[in-house]
């Protein structure tokens, strides 16, 4: 490495996130220089294709014009508002109209009307636990406050949302999860914990009598909140078994039990409907959205809530003064013209009747990978996939983690062009939403390439 680089300084001054910093020590690291359209270039012109779109969120590729614009126009025009104190702006009332408009059906097919804007899907999931909090607070119920996540769930790297997910070594020495406040029901990866001869239904029906006994086992009126992505992405691009939320939701209303909808990664079209809500038949008390609502290009994120949550957040105000909660850039004007003009080329240009003409070219493309020695499963539905390694196709029996077989595969898959994220033993694939047939296939081919050289490193 040439003194005074670029990757010098990266060595020397850059703390990676959420990286074996180890390994970064050693190797350094890939610095992506440019994109365009689903393919980015580092700095040496090495040229990928984006498998993840960045970190499930470019929707649009990497070169969209369009958003750069309406960027630049709103810096000309306003750069920088804020919305407290009664004060606010255009580009954030129109978009929390926009997303009222669009929002899926909330529970009993009532709206989720009312937006709070923040910079990041960690913060509005903190902030959607503030809010339950408040909420239970407000309406005379103190005492129920404890919150249901699920292993290997994702919600956020705030000290609540990291408490509120199943990642271990995201808590592991944070002194977390903080409190007693949060809880875990188990993973829902039927190919992975369904039982020999288990249906994925009765699956389901047995991670919800799991659900109702921990909630009896804590007492229903201590319990406030259940966290789900619609798809778990963070925990491998996990879809859920069938008859999932189906079981699990008629549960949560027994004992009045609000269902956060974790949509920042499913929102906008990932996984073929505009949100994994519709998909999942999900009819959610509050949804988070980021990532995709903006295709990357500014960094945003909103909470949506139902009506009697905002009427609970005004009778907070009452009584204490005002609604003390906020973010200096949330509902940034530029972030937010950015998104109307995203949410305007979604429509515009059909991306939702796109990823429905593609997600098969997809689905098929990893599902024909199968045969590979090392595959176990393949699951996916819409432009998101998990891939599941397996040291045993026919028993299931898994890789030590030590081997760390999933990084190795990572690592070969980069070698090949082609980026992908290894979570554990599992592969997920988040391309960009504008992804073509043609690049589907191409990134099938390499993926296969990286999975041949693992197995060969293997031999
Ligand atoms: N929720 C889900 C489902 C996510 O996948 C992520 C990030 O990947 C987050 C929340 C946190 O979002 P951010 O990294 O923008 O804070």
């Not at 699990?248 to 009045?256: T, V």
């Not at 609502?293 to 945003?300: H, S, V």
């Not at 204490?320 to 998104?339: E, K, L, M």
């Amino acid at each position: 490495m040439r003194p005074n680089s670029l990757h010098a300084a990266d060595l020397a001054h850059m703390v990676h996130q959420q990286t074996d910093l180890g390994a970064h020590g050693e190797d350094g690291a890939v610095l992506i220089k440019r994109g365009d359209g689903c393919r980015v270039f580092d700095t040496e012109g090495r040229e990928y294709i984006e498998a993840m779109a960045g970190l499930w969120c470019a929707s649009l590729g990497f070169s969209e014009k369009r958003l750069a614009e309406a960027a630049y126009r709103q810096l000309l025009e306003l750069p920088y508002y804020h919305t407290f104190f009664q004060k606010g702006h255009e580009p954030s009332v129109r978009l929390a109209e926009k997303l009222a408009a669009i929002a899926p059906p909330g529970k009993e097919g009532g709206g989720l009307n009312h937006v709070l804007f923040q910079c990041s899907g960690s913060e509005a999931n903190d902030a959607a636990i503030k809010l339950i909090w408040y909420y239970n607070n407000v309406i005379g119920r103190p005492a129920k406050k404890k919150l249901i996540g699920r292993m290997r769930g994702y919600h956020g790297n705030t000290v609540a949302t990291a408490s509120l997910s199943g990642q271990p070594h995201m808590q592991a020495d944070f002194d977390l999860p903080l409190g007693d406040r949060f809880l875990q029901v188990s993973n829902p990866n039927y190919y992975r914990f369904g039982q020999d001869g288990e249906t994925e239904e009765a699956f389901s029906a047995r991670m919800a009598a799991e659900l109702e006994a921990l909630i009896e086992r804590e007492g229903g009126e201590t319990i406030a909140a259940f966290f789900a992505e619609p798809v778990q992405g963070g925990g491998g691009a996990i879809t859920p078994p069938r008859g999932y939320f189906e079981a699990i939701q008629p549960i949560l209303k027994r004992h009045d039990i609000l269902f956060v909808a974790d949509e920042v990664i499913c929102g906008f079209g990932r996984t073929g409907n505009l949100w994994g809500c519709e998909t999942y038949g999900i009819q959610p008390d509050m949804l988070t959205a980021a990532k995709q609502l903006t295709a990357a290009y500014q960094p945003l994120s909103a909470l949506l809530i139902s009506d009697p949550i905002h009427a609970a957040l005004l009778e907070g105000s009452r009584r204490n003064g005002s609604f003390g909660h906020g973010f200096t850039y949330g509902g940034h004007p530029v972030a937010c013209a950015v998104a109307l003009e995203t949410l305007a080329i979604y429509e515009e240009r059909d991306l939702l009747g796109h990823v429905r003409a593609v997600a098969p070219a997809f689905l098929d493309g990893l599902g024909a990978l199968r045969g590979h020695p090392l595959v176990g499963d393949v699951r996916g539905v819409g432009l998101i996939a998990g891939v599941e390694l397996v040291a045993d196709k026919a028993s299931k029996a898994p890789f030590p983690a030590a081997a760390k077989v999933g990084l190795l595969v990572q690592d070969k898959c980069q070698e090949a062009g082609l980026i992908v994220r290894a979570i554990g033993d599992r592969i997920a694939f988040t391309p960009p939403l504008i992804i073509t047939a043609a690049e589907i296939g191409e990134m099938c081919r390499r993926f296969q390439a990286g999975l041949d050289a693992a197995w060969a490193a293997l031999q």
